[in-house]
């Protein structure tokens, strides 16, 4: 059975630092964008930050220069890493992922289940 697998939340102080992590595992054989999305209570799911297979990042605006992604192709994970954390990027991380578990070079979306980050002194 193919899944995404978040770990690494957690209760973090302003201006703190807390990394996430996401593995893909089962069948799997290739795996092309890899991202992390937050929702916040009552807000819609958006974006936080893609890498493509080729390693070419996009961040939301309001991450850019504190959130760093990077992924490892070897073991099939990506992981957030976030610094200068604020309340407002309290929310549930959620992992994404496009993943190819056919090898017929079609991807289809995955998702994890949701890691909580609470940002608060």
């Known amino acids: 059975q193919v899944q995404l697998v978040e770990s690494g939340g957690g209760l973090v102080q302003p201006g703190g630092s807390l990394r996430v992590s996401c593995a893909a595992s089962?069948?799997?054989?290739?795996?092309?964008?890899m991202a992390w999305y937050r929702q916040a209570p009552g807000e819609q799911r958006v974006l936080v930050a893609s890498i493509t297979s080729s390693d070419i990042t996009n961040y939301a605006d309001s991450v850019k220069g504190r959130f760093t992604l990077s992924r490892d192709n070897a073991k099939n994970t990506v992981s957030l890493q976030m610094n200068s954390l604020k309340p407002e990027d309290t929310a549930v991380y959620f992992c994404n992922a496009d993943l190819d578990i056919m090898g017929w070079g079609i991807f289809r979306t995955y998702w994890g289940q949701g890691t909580q980050v609470t940002v608060s002194s």
């Open positions: 089962g069948s799997i054989f290739s795996i092309d964008r």
